[in-house]
């Protein structure tokens, strides 16, 4: 009995070592999801954080990235901040803030333009335009491979904003009585289950006068008409923030997120800084990093 238990737990052993040897000279093939922080709105809505992955369809109509295979090695990690809601008569929206993972980068959203100023930003997705009778605003651009543009404002009255652009789909033009809606985002399945990142953020609107854009699907953040602040963008979504009524904030944009599977037989560390949850997924541990305390953060993949 004793021996056929040490033959068993031998013949597992090899198995271990022959599985990490392969690995080790071929590298661990990764799966990932990498979504900047999403953009903060002013009186237009902010745009959606760019959004990549080789485990599904990434941002602006591109398809699935190519395979990975990683080294055992050190490796860098940032989620991407949102950026902050501005007053809509004073200032546009802050852009998001960009993440990595290794040698993935995505760009953080665009941010929503201030009222009467053509100073919407281009991002992963653009911002949306702002309320304002002076000139219809050209759409913010998004990044090729991450995101759609945001959507421009109308000079008919009673003057809608342009809500920020999403992963999945370009944000609206305001028309009519009603500011844009944030763009679409995109799902992905690589956690186990389908979730919806990177919305745009809706256009604010004008109480009374014109209704408020609805969030993208994904965390967008919905604009306001009813003398309030536009509501941020979901954490870890990217989603952008939704645009603020005449004289108030304008939402901030949600943090974006990192999520990495390899097979389960790996190694993985992380620095001190890293907030981060993992689950096994079939033959593979899914990583699910929702905060970085620096840019200088890291994983570490043995």
Sequence with gaps: MAVTSMANSSIRDFQKFNGMNMFNNLGFPISYLV?????????????????????????????????LSLASGVYSVTVGAGGAGQNSESAPGTPGVSSVFGTITTVGGGSGGQIDA??????GSGGGAAISSSGTYVAKAGTVGQGFAGGANNTASPLPSGGGGGAGAVGVTGTGSVSGAGGAGVSSSITGSAVTRAGGGGGGGRAGISSAGAGGAGG???????????????????????????????????????IFSLPTQAIVTFSGGVTQTSAVVGANRVYTVTATSTTSETVTIA
Excluded: H, I, K, P
């Design 35 to 67: 979504v900047g922080g999403g953009g903060g709105a002013s009186s237009g809505g902010g745009g959606a954080g760019g959004y990549r992955s080789n485990a599904g369809t990434s941002g602006g109509g591109a398809s699935s990235e190519s395979a």
């Design 220 to 258: 967008g953040g919905a604009g306001n008409n009813a003398s309030g602040a536009g509501v941020a963008g979901t954490e870890n979504t990217g989603g952008g923030g939704g645009g603020g009524y005449q004289a108030y904030v304008g939402g901030a944009g949600g943090s974006g997120v990192v």
């Design 118 to 123: 053509d100073d919407a930003s281009a991002g």
